[in-house]
């Protein structure tokens, strides 16, 4: 099962790290967000090293939807409503950026990688009032918004907000481009960061800034990132013979779906739960079911899933990793947004690490003030990992594996979507043998012993 954007490009490999260097800057991560940090702190003149456990782009990079856009669901209204208009608009400027950041690396650099403005647009059956409102906020920030009662969709809908010049793209092809820009080395496993030492199994590199963009940070103190976020699982089908909308668009109802074209092929998506928790299955076939109803004569011609850090307030976090360690830098919890929130992170690190004033960190930063949502959120996440902690005392049964994840002990779950043990607790992953697909977990997962 993978994406279509891995089935029609082939990155060149790279070396693994040769032995123990030093650097200004090392990058955990070589995903979108991780290659863009290395291209603009060596625009910036800072020498910065990648280092990525598998392949670039290996991770949740392959597997996106590939939207690049400032409509991330509903979220002005909630942002203004918390944080006030400054911060809200602090989120809006820097997303809008991102956008037209995009465009200018992708034309100056020639990069074949069909990018496309097109409109972002949220749709309901029912809430015709908070797509309104959400219009509204939007733009009192400065984003171009209108509400809309028609749309291309299959069926009908109460209303549309529709957020013009967004854009859409393929990945792979972009990641493809501009790390051939920066110093990457693969199959090296971060093991170990203390000080300014990042360990893996190949040696070590010694460098002043030290940057976690590997999805979801391994180091659990300080930033305490595993009580802050949990993941999100979603399902694509790719079908062909499908009308094409000209827009993008995502469902804010319960179960709500994704629509966005590539090339002749729609990209339908839905199905989202909190990982680990699937274990009845058909994600793919309730997809394939609505095709059917919505697409007569379709066909599938792909399918994929993709795992996404939630934060308790829905904002990513991005900046120092804590005050206790402030060469240290992190850029996680993208929620379902990771293109945009990496060329974000990709601007406000450099900055930062070059000593830049940077106008729309605030809202970004994981030093940010609680709030009453993140305060709820807590305990709804806190729930879920005191029962997947309590779990690991019960018998196993017959799995192949212990099914305890090696990250804190959460008792794993089987996904039958994917052929996979999946952490409830903070999204971890690995295949039917134990074998580490995602993290944070850093280790296999023990076969059971006969």
């Not at 911060?87 to 650099?109: S, V």
């Not at 733009?139 to 809309?148: P, V």
């Not at 305060?375 to 902690?389: C, D, I, N, Q, Y």
Request: one cysteine or more; charged letters at 25%; a positive charge.
């Amino acid at each position: 099962m993978q994406s279509i954007w891995m089935a029609e490009t082939k990155i060149r490999e790279r070396q693994p790290l040769p032995a123990d260097l030093k650097a200004e800057a090392v990058v955990i991560g070589a995903g979108l967000a991780g290659i863009l940090t290395a291209y603009y702190l060596k625009q910036a003149g800072v020498q910065a090293v990648v280092l990525e456990a598998d392949r670039i782009g290996s991770g949740q990079t392959k597997n996106t939807t590939a939207k690049i856009t400032s409509q991330h669901s509903l979220i002005y209204s909630r942002l203004v409503r918390v944080f006030g208009s400054d911060l809200a608009r602090q989120y809006a400027q820097a997303n809008e950026k991102a956008i037209k950041e995009y465009e200018r690396l992708i034309r100056e650099k020639r990069i074949d990688c069909d990018f496309v403005r097109c409109p972002a647009c949220l749709y309901s059956c029912t809430r015709e009032k908070i797509l309104k409102e959400e219009v509204e906020r939007a733009g009192e920030l400065g984003i171009a918004a209108f509400f809309e009662k028609d749309c291309e969709l299959p069926f009908p809908v109460a209303g549309v907000a529709r957020f013009e010049g967004q854009a859409r793209f393929q990945p792979l092809k972009f990641l493809q481009a501009i790390a051939e820009e920066v110093e990457i080395y693969e199959q090296t496993r971060v093991l170990k960061v203390e000080g300014q030492r990042v360990e893996t199994a190949r040696g070590a590199v010694t460098a002043e800034h030290i940057i976690f963009v590997s999805h979801y940070p391994f180091i659990n103190v300080p930033g305490y990132y595993f009580a802050r976020m949990y993941q999100e699982r979603s399902y694509v089908v790719a079908l062909q013979g499908a009308s094409l909308p000209e827009g993008m668009y995502l469902g804010i109802d319960e179960n709500g779906l994704s629509f966005r074209a590539q090339g002749g092929t729609l990209l339908f998506g839905g199905g989202s739960h909190r990982s680990g928790l699937n274990r009845q299955g058909g994600q793919y076939e309730m997809l394939l079911d609505l095709a059917r109803v919505f697409y007569p004569g379709s066909c599938e011609t792909g399918r994929w899933s993709a795992q996404d850090c939630m934060t308790l307030d829905g904002v990513p976090y991005i900046g120092r990793f804590s005050r206790r360690r402030p060469r240290w830098y992190v850029a996680t919890g993208f929620g379902k947004w990771g293109m945009t929130s990496a060329m974000v992170s990709a601007r406000i690190l450099t900055d930062l690490i070059t000593h830049r004033e940077c106008q729309d960190a605030d809202i970004f930063s994981p030093q940010r003030r609680f709030t009453l949502c993140g305060a709820r959120e807590l305990l709804v996440h806190g729930g879920h990992t005191v029962k997947g902690l309590a779990k690991h005392l019960l018998p196993t049964g017959k799995a192949r594996v212990i099914p305890n994840c090696p990250h804190m002990g959460c008792r794993l779950e089987w996904n039958p979507e994917e052929g996979s043990y999946d952490c409830p607790c903070h999204g971890s992953r690995f295949d039917g043998e134990g074998r580490l697909i995602d993290g944070p977990a850093q280790t296999d997962c023990p076969r059971r012993k006969k």
